[in-house]
């Protein structure tokens, strides 16, 4: 039998958790960068699926992580007034963009934070009706993935009640002559016809929709369908678990449009790689009694304490706007690359939450979908981290640590540049990636 990581883990790992594109293995991690069995060092473009928003061992969060665990690890905020989470809660609230009444609910993960705004929904809200998209990837437990629309998870009940709308896609737009008046001119015909309004409780949207394709929606998009939902009286619940905490730019994606939504939802980043989640919205809402339901370490001090540990250093060290001059120099080095690489069709994305999309062909569109597995398995022989998102498994997708450097980036797109050669010169076999399911 052999002992190396990846058989242990073949062995003990359910397939159910697994989302492998070549064989990775974790001993540690600092930096931007994993430190494989072996002690091989790989640059990690994933930060862990936006995870380490401040990259891996950062001595802020090690220190405000041991601190609270040295101090009062397993303290129930259920039942409890608890300071680092009161703190992070105050930390939040401060970030909102407009001044209603608002309180915060914490969880361990985007997902059980987007099945809370469901939970509460239905037991809040008469109108039983909700909308999401087509691609929109929202979690991996029942609720959050019954009002989500991605590929992966066909097999997973849509919710009873809910509509999903196309998401416009720049790329591949679903409506002409405009993208963006056509998308709403579709919300418009579907209020009219087929969907009752007044019964929709809730839309989520993600505000770059990431799993699905990091697609950007066009500017006015996002404004047009608050201004609609507005008028019909339907909350707005914006998704940012990838791209918020001054990933794209700014501290919330959503700002990018100066939307003002109803309820936030924080996940990955806001931790800085500890299970931590949170929901801001009304606080009529949010304190709705009937909605009871408790996890016993939900909004423990030590995630807490990782969360504002997160926040303040994100303030502290600039990491909004590195992730703004970073995430130009990438898209600008992906886009020379797209010059040199017939396999990238479309360059897109706001600060560090980027994406490249592959194709067969120009013209015709037709992703890439082998190719993307096999230039991902060859960055990470290269020593690159990069996975793969998108409804047809051909976007590559770019959510390093935010405090990424210029020197990172540029090595980054240097072992990228020659994995897209060694790929369209058939170095990678399609035995070779046969394994890796991907998504
Ligand atoms: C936009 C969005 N929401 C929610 C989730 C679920 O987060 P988690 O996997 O931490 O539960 C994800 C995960 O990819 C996501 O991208």
């Not at 992070?88 to 001044?99: V, Y």
Request: aromatic share 6%; hydrophobic share 45%; with cysteine.
């Amino acid at each position: 039998m052999t002992d190396d990581l990846m058989s242990r883990d073949g062995r003990t790992i359910a397939d159910i958790e697994r989302l492998r594109f070549f064989p990775a293995t974790a001993t540690g991690g600092a930096g931007s960068y994993v430190v494989e069995e072996g002690g091989r060092r790989v640059l990690d473009f994933s930060g862990s699926w936006g995870a380490a928003s401040l990259g891996y061992s950062h001595p802020a969060v090690v220190e405000a992580v041991s601190a609270a665990v040295g101090d009062m690890g397993a303290i129930c905020l259920g039942s409890c007034a608890v300071e680092p989470a009161v703190g992070l809660a105050e930390d939040l609230l401060a970030r909102m963009p407009d001044e209603r009444e608002r309180r915060v609910w914490f969880g361990h993960s985007g997902s059980d934070a987007n099945d809370a705004v469901v939970r509460l929904l239905e037991a809040a809200m008469p109108r039983r009706g909700i909308l999401s998209f087509v691609g929109a990837y929202h979690g991996g437990s029942a609720a959050s993935m019954s009002v989500s629309g991605h590929s992966s998870q066909s097999h997973a009940p849509a919710r009873p009640g809910l509509t999903r709308l196309p998401y416009p896609d720049p790329y591949r737009p679903q409506f002409a002559p405009d993208l963006v008046e056509g998308a709403l001119a579709d919300l418009d015909r579907r209020f009219e016809s087929e969907i009752e309004p007044d019964e929709i409780a809730a839309v989520f949207i993600e505000p770059i929709q990431s799993d699905g394709g990091v697609i950007v929606p066009p500017a006015g998009f996002l404004k047009g369908l608050e201004e609609r939902c507005r008028a019909h009286g339907i909350l707005i619940v914006v998704d940012e678990v990838k791209v918020g905490i001054g990933r794209t730019g700014l501290f919330h994606a959503f700002e990018a449009e100066g939307l003002s939504p109803d309820i936030v939802v924080y996940g990955k980043g806001l931790g800085g790689g500890l299970p931590l989640s949170a929901v801001v919205g009304p606080a009529a809402l949010m304190d709705f009694s009937s909605a009871f339901a408790i996890m016993t370490a939900a909004g423990n001090p030590v995630c807490a304490a990782a969360g504002r540990a997160v926040l303040r250093t994100v303030e502290e060290e600039g990491l909004t706007a590195n992730a703004a001059a970073m995430g130009e120099r990438l898209l600008s080095g992906l886009a020379r690359l797209a010059q040199r690489h017939a396999l990238i069709g479309h360059v897109r994305g706001r600060g560090l939450a980027c994406g490249v999309e592959l194709v067969r062909d120009p013209v015709s569109r037709e992703p890439a979908s082998s190719e993307t597995a096999k230039v991902v398995y060859r960055a990470h022989q290269l020593g690159l981290i990069l996975y793969y998102v998108g409804m047809q498994s051909n976007v590559l997708e770019f959510t390093p640590p935010l405090t990424l450097s210029a020197a990172e980036a540029d090595e980054g797109l240097a072992i990228l540049d020659r994995a897209l050669e060694d790929v369209a010169a058939g170095k990678v076999a399609d035995e070779d990636v046969a394994r890796f399911a991907g998504w």
